[in-house]
């Protein structure tokens, strides 16, 4: 009996460590030695817990390995999660919450890199306490990071969380291929400067759906290498609009196509619908199409920008660009059922290179002064399609 015992206990306490090869496929960060205290420093305990879950594979049942972030708030400096891993796919569920610590000298907080089948979601918070940075500006002598980066994790899923106030943009996705992201809330005020909600870059087959995003930048931005993209129910505002690019920048080529942008709604951003490039770039953006818009005091409701310098003097380029036939080649543009009211002159701008913006279609646009009564205009420079039941009324555009 004695002995049964003593086996009985032996094996309780064997199940309960917090180790490899012992059949668990759930692992909490506290169980490694996290404090979710909101000041002691957890990176460590986070990459023990990690490390314990990569290496564990899914069972026969397909039950994959989750890494429990419970509802307690933990401080991070930066922490690299690397694969690959055994399991087919990862899952790390955050109930609490995560806090950025003040001491970031990397170029993000967060990075997930090679790994396949990563799942991250939860009720959590993702909180960059970016209000520190914006302060500064990067006279700490450091650059601003980004919250949260993925570097080539295919069949990427995120959903449910809660990201605020990130110090620069606050999440990226750099060659990543099979990515859903849903069910996001992404947080920043107006003022703050480059917190973009979604980066995208040399990255295929991108869903972003049912997400609320607000910040001081592009809600989402599409740059170069990307393809098959499809954003859809998206509400953004405060921030900069969706926008393509900036593509071609400093000579660079950037080819982005097939990106699909639907049933998306605007509030009082500087941008609705955006294409923007710069001078002296190569390329293309093509077969983008933007359907059953809503905007709602947005400033430039509908822009094409080939003249896009992000700041900086370039007037030689913009000479260049209207003089030559250096610049991104923009073709095959659908602007599909957009309505609503412009904070601006212009509700449609389509300002582009002397290479032209090809084939661009408009089909039941009805854009209004948020003025009632006040008169609004389109205005374009080498652009050709056509356009339907628009107004304003396209004057370069057949219809």
Request: glycine share 10%; aromatic share 6%; charged share 20%.
């Amino acid at each position: 009996m004695k002995i049964t015992l003593l086996a009985a206990a032996a094996a309780i306490f064997i199940f309960s460590m917090p180790a490899n090869g012992d059949g668990r496929r759930s692992f909490n960060v506290m169980d490694f030695g996290a404090i979710g205290d909101g000041q002691t420093v957890n990176s460590q305990a986070f990459l023990k817990a990690w490390k314990a879950l990569c290496e564990v594979e899914e069972d026969e049942d397909g039950n994959i390995p989750t890494l429990e972030i419970p509802n307690s708030t933990f401080l991070l400096n930066p922490i690299k999660f690397q694969g690959p891993c055994k399991s087919n796919s990862i899952h790390i569920q955050v109930s609490g919450k995560i806090l950025a610590s003040k001491t970031i000298k990397t170029k993000w907080w967060i990075l997930f890199t090679n790994i396949n089948g990563l799942i991250l979601d939860g009720s959590g918070t993702i909180n960059g306490r970016g209000s520190h940075w914006w302060k500064t500006d990067g006279q700490s002598g450091h650059k601003k990071p980004r919250a949260l980066q993925f570097h080539r994790c295919d069949n990427l899923q995120l959903s449910g969380l809660t990201h605020l106030n990130s110090p620069k943009g606050h999440m990226g996705l750099n060659y990543c291929n099979g990515v859903s992201i849903s069910n996001l809330t992404i947080i920043a005020p107006e003022d703050s400067p480059n917190t973009d909600g979604i980066d995208i870059s040399y990255s295929t087959q991108v869903n972003i759906s049912n997400s609320n995003i607000g910040t001081g930048d592009d809600c989402i931005a599409i740059n170069g290498g990307c393809s098959y993209i499809n954003i859809n129910n998206v509400t953004c505002g405060p921030g900069h609009g969706i926008s393509v690019g900036s593509l071609g920048e400093k000579g660079g080529t950037d080819l982005v196509e097939n990106v699909s942008v639907r049933n998306c709604t605007f509030i009082r951003t500087q941008n609705g619908v955006r294409i923007k490039t710069s001078p002296g770039g190569s390329g293309y953006a093509r077969n983008i199409s933007f359907e059953q818009i809503i905007l709602q005091e947005t400033k430039n409701p509908i822009i094409i920008d080939q003249n896009y310098c992000n700041g900086h003097k370039c007037k030689e380029k913009k000479i260049l660009s209207v003089q030559t036939s250096e610049a991104v080649k923009v073709s095959d543009i659908k602007y599909i059922g957009v309505e609503g009211t412009s904070d601006s002159e212009e509700g449609i701008k389509l300002d582009c290179a002397k290479l032209g913006c090809i084939n661009i279609m408009m089909e039941q646009i009805n854009i209004t002064s948020f003025e009632p009564g006040k008169e609004i205009s389109a205005y374009c420079n080498n652009a050709n399609g056509t356009s339907t039941f628009t107004t304003p009324h396209v004057p370069c555009l057949l219809g």
